[in-house]
């Protein structure tokens, strides 16, 4: 039991002490054109706010500038993953190490997040093929 205790402080220290800003970092030469990640593993139960908020409170507010979390219309429960495009490789690098293996804070899950390039790369891919999707509004008749 207090092993358990002392690897999640572990995994969850990195995300408490990630610096703001990711320039300057070393990145993986396989993920130098990575800008888009697939996050998965997430808790059904976030909301697209609760996302955003854990994300920004992790020092990546303002470094992504497109962020989809596909909602299942007859559950209203998110689907477990994510896509988050980044500004550029290093701060998709970052979110990866701070995010991998982690458990997300809200709803004591027993998920562990998983971070990896999604198949689409680039704002202007993902908004494309994502601006068709199905959203709600509000009108349960949309």
């Known amino acids: 039991p ?6 999640r402080s572990q995994r969850t220290r990195g995300w408490q002490d990630a610096s703001p ?8 030469a396989d993920w130098a054109e990575t800008t888009t990640v697939m996050m998965r593993n997430l808790p059904n139960r ?15 507010a303002g470094q992504f500038d497109f962020f989809y979390l596909p ?5 209203v429960a998110n689907k477990g993953y ?5 500004v ?3 701060c998709s690098w ?11 804070a809200r709803f004591n899950s027993s998920k562990f997040v998983s971070v ?3 198949a689409l790369q680039g704002l202007e891919a993902n908004h494309a093929h994502y601006s068709t999707a199905r959203c709600s509004r509000g009108d349960p008749a949309a």
């Open 2 to 7: 207090g092993g358990a205790t002392e690897d």
């Open 46 to 60: 976030y909301t697209q706010h609760m996302l955003l908020e854990e994300i920004a409170n992790a020092g990546f």
């Open 21 to 28: 800003g990711c320039a300057g970092r070393d990145i993986p």
């Open 82 to 86: 994510a896509f988050i495009n980044f």
């Open 71 to 75: 909602i299942d219309p007859d559950t």
């Open 88 to 90: 550029d490789s290093e």
């Open 116 to 118: 990896s390039p999604a």
């Open 94 to 104: 970052r979110f990866k190490v701070v995010f991998e293996g982690k458990q997300m």
